[in-house]
């Protein structure tokens, strides 16, 4: 699968922006999809993930009641909605897709999960 992700750039803190994840290559009916960050120096973080067939979503706390994640099945998109951005924010996303959803939990954190990645979208928050 390629991931093509866009909609980065630079906001205020309290500002809202909204990512996508355009996927081509393969049907995403049994994947599961996901948005990770990375900071300088961090190790990259999960954000939250998608069953694709039932657009049923998962989100870390760090992101819980400000950020969400929705498809668009015609278009073969993911987006992820930033609302209320922090600073703290910051970082490169990346979306990325793993073609067989796995049901453990346990897994969907996991950037070893997901086999496909997409390059990244940068994401600045101003304070």
């Known amino acids: 699968v390629q991931l093509q992700a866009s909609g980065g750039g630079l906001v205020q803190a309290g500002d809202s922006l909204r990512l996508s994840c355009a996927a081509s290559?393969?049907?995403?009916?049994?994947?599961?999809m996901g948005w990770f960050r990375q900071s300088p120096g961090k190790e990259r973080e999960f954000v939250g993930c998608m069953r694709w067939s039932m657009a049923r979503t998962y989100l870390a706390d760090s992101v819980k009641g400000r950020f969400t994640i929705s498809r668009d099945i015609a278009k073969n998109t993911m987006y992820l909605q930033m609302n209320s951005l922090k600073p703290e924010d910051t970082a490169v996303y990346y979306c990325a897709v793993d073609p067989i959803w796995n049901v453990d939990p346990r897994t969907w954190s996991r950037p070893v999960t997901y086999s496909d990645w997409g390059q990244g979208t940068l994401v600045t928050v101003s304070s």
């Open positions: 290559g393969r049907s995403l009916s049994s994947a599961g």
